[in-house]
C-alpha cells in the first residue's frame, strides 16, 4: 500500500495548476440503504496506508475514537470514520489510513482503500445542500467519476475539531479587540467548523469580515467590491483589508484564488494570509512562492489574530503581543 504515495515529491507541483490528487476509500456497506460510498482525502494530508495495528483502548475518548496505537515510538488516536459519519456496517475495517495535518498526526480508519486520482480543483463542486444534511456537515466537496460513481470529500478538519476538542472556549479568550472599524477581512474556506472559526476570531476582535465557501466564489465577490470601487473613484483597498484563504477548496483552490489577487493591479497593497491545515514546510514555500504574504496553520485563533492585526496596521497591547 505504500507504493500509493511514493511520489509526494512531484505531487508538490501541482500547487499552483488548480490539480489535486486524492486518495479514495470506502467505509462499508451502510445497511440502513444498501450503498457502499466512495470517499477521498488529499494525498497531502496522507502519510502512510497499513492494515490495521492493535488498538488500546482509553478512557473518556469521544465515541467515535477507538483508542491509541504506538506508531514509532507516538502515541495516536485512531478514529472509526463509519461510525463518526454514521454508516451503520459490519464490514471490518482493516485499514487504517495515517494522516498529518495541522501538526497533529491520527488514524483514520476504513474498510478499503481504492487508488489515487488526480483532477482539477475545477471537477470538484460544492455538495448540495441535501447531502450536507446527509452527512452532518462532514462532505465539502463531489465529484462525478467516468464510471458513475461519487467521490466524496472528507471535511476532516471537522473530524479533528470534534474528536480533539479543540474548538474549545478557552481558545478565543485572549484574542484582544482592535479599535479598525475600518477594516473588512474577505476570507475563503470550505469547512464549516474553519469558517467558524474564523468567524469567532474576527468577532472577538470586533472586525468586519465576508465569508466564501470556496476560492470560486472569494474571487467573485472580490470582483463585485473592485467593481464598486472603481464606480466611487476609489482604490480596492479601502474596501478590503486582507484576503485570508484556504488552499483545499472545490472549484478554485487557494493557490489560485492568490495568484489572481497577487496579478491584479487593482489588488494592489492587499495582504493576503493562507490559512490551512496543510501545516508542512513545503505548502508553506508554496504558498510564498505565488504569492502569499504569510501563513498561518489552523486551530490556533490567538495566532491568527495576532497575524491579521499586524498585517492590518492594528497596534496590540504589549501583554497581547508577548
Given at each position: 500500500?505504500?507504493?500509493l504515495?511514493?511520489?509526494?515529491?512531484?505531487?508538490?507541483?501541482?500547487?499552483?495548476?488548480?490539480?489535486?490528487e486524492?486518495?479514495?476509500?470506502?467505509?462499508?456497506?451502510?445497511?440502513?440503504?444498501?450503498?457502499?460510498?466512495?470517499?477521498?482525502?488529499?494525498?497531502?494530508?496522507v502519510?502512510?496506508?497499513?492494515?490495521?495495528?492493535?488498538i488500546?483502548?482509553?478512557?473518556?475518548?469521544?465515541?467515535?475514537?477507538?483508542?491509541?496505537v504506538?506508531?514509532?515510538g507516538?502515541?495516536?488516536?485512531?478514529?472509526?470514520?463509519?461510525?463518526?459519519?454514521?454508516?451503520?456496517?459490519?464490514?471490518?475495517?482493516?485499514?487504517?489510513?495515517?494522516?498529518?495535518?495541522?501538526?497533529?498526526?491520527?488514524?483514520?480508519?476504513?474498510?478499503?482503500?481504492?487508488t489515487?486520482?488526480?483532477?482539477?480543483?475545477?471537477?470538484?463542486?460544492?455538495?448540495?445542500?441535501?447531502?450536507?444534511?446527509?452527512?452532518?456537515?462532514?462532505?465539502?466537496?463531489?465529484?462525478?467519476?467516468?464510471?458513475?460513481?461519487?467521490?466524496?470529500?472528507?471535511d476532516?478538519?471537522?473530524?479533528?475539531?470534534?474528536?480533539?476538542?479543540?474548538?474549545?472556549?478557552?481558545?478565543?479568550?485572549?484574542?484582544?479587540?482592535?479599535?479598525?472599524?475600518?477594516c473588512?477581512?474577505?476570507?475563503?474556506?470550505?469547512?464549516?467548523?474553519?469558517?467558524?472559526?474564523?468567524?469567532?476570531?474576527?468577532?472577538?476582535?470586533?472586525?468586519?469580515?465576508?465569508?466564501?465557501?470556496?476560492?470560486?466564489?472569494?474571487?467573485?465577490e472580490?470582483?463585485?467590491?473592485?467593481?464598486?470601487?472603481?464606480?466611487l473613484g476609489?482604490?480596492?483597498?479601502?474596501?478590503?483589508?486582507?484576503?485570508?484563504?484556504?488552499?483545499?477548496?472545490?472549484?478554485?483552490?487557494?493557490?489560485?484564488?492568490?495568484?489572481?489577487?497577487?496579478?491584479?493591479?487593482?489588488?494592489?497593497?492587499?495582504?493576503?494570509?493562507?490559512?490551512?491545515?496543510?501545516?508542512?514546510?513545503?505548502?508553506?514555500?508554496?504558498?510564498?512562492?505565488?504569492?502569499?504574504?504569510e501563513?498561518?496553520?489552523?486551530?490556533?485563533?490567538?495566532?491568527?489574530?495576532?497575524?491579521?492585526?499586524?498585517?492590518?496596521?492594528?497596534?496590540?497591547?504589549?501583554?497581547?503581543e508577548?
Amino acid at each position: 500500500m505504500s507504493e500509493l504515495l511514493k511520489s509526494i515529491d512531484a505531487r508538490t507541483k501541482l500547487a499552483g495548476t488548480n490539480k489535486l490528487e486524492i486518495l479514495m476509500f470506502t467505509l462499508g456497506t451502510d445497511a440502513r440503504n444498501g450503498r457502499r460510498e466512495t470517499f477521498g482525502i488529499n494525498v497531502f494530508k496522507v502519510r502512510e496506508v497499513m492494515r490495521t495495528p492493535p488498538i488500546t483502548a482509553a478512557p473518556e475518548m469521544p465515541a467515535a475514537v477507538e483508542g491509541m496505537v504506538s506508531l514509532r515510538g507516538a502515541l495516536v488516536p485512531v478514529v472509526d470514520l463509519a461510525k463518526y459519519a454514521g454508516v451503520q456496517t459490519e464490514t471490518p475495517r482493516d485499514i487504517m489510513i495515517v494522516t498529518e495535518y495541522n501538526g497533529h498526526t491520527q488514524g483514520f480508519l476504513v474498510e478499503a482503500v481504492d487508488t489515487i486520482l488526480r483532477l482539477d480543483w475545477g471537477m470538484m463542486r460544492v455538495p448540495p445542500e441535501m447531502l450536507v444534511a446527509q452527512m452532518g456537515g462532514l462532505v465539502t466537496a463531489v465529484t462525478e467519476l467516468g464510471d458513475g460513481r461519487l467521490v466524496m470529500m472528507m471535511d476532516v478538519e471537522k473530524v479533528l475539531s470534534e474528536t480533539t476538542k479543540y474548538d474549545d472556549e478557552f481558545m478565543y479568550r485572549s484574542i484582544v479587540p482592535i479599535d479598525k472599524p475600518e477594516c473588512t477581512v474577505f476570507f475563503a474556506d470550505d469547512s464549516v467548523v474553519a469558517r467558524k472559526q474564523i468567524e469567532r476570531t474576527l468577532q472577538a476582535m470586533n472586525v468586519k469580515y465576508v465569508a466564501s465557501i470556496n476560492g470560486r466564489q472569494a474571487w467573485d465577490e472580490l470582483e463585485k467590491v473592485a467593481a464598486y470601487a472603481s464606480s466611487l473613484g476609489k482604490p480596492v483597498s479601502s474596501f478590503v483589508s486582507l484576503v485570508l484563504t484556504d488552499i483545499e477548496m472545490p472549484e478554485m483552490d487557494g493557490y489560485i484564488l492568490t495568484k489572481k489577487v497577487k496579478s491584479d493591479p487593482r489588488f494592489a497593497g492587499i495582504p493576503v494570509i493562507m490559512h490551512s491545515s496543510l501545516s508542512g514546510m513545503s505548502n508553506q514555500k508554496l504558498g510564498l512562492s505565488v504569492g502569499v504574504d504569510e501563513y498561518v496553520p489552523k486551530f490556533e485563533p490567538q495566532k491568527l489574530s495576532e497575524t491579521l492585526a499586524r498585517r492590518m496596521g492594528a497596534t496590540l497591547p504589549a501583554a497581547a503581543e508577548a
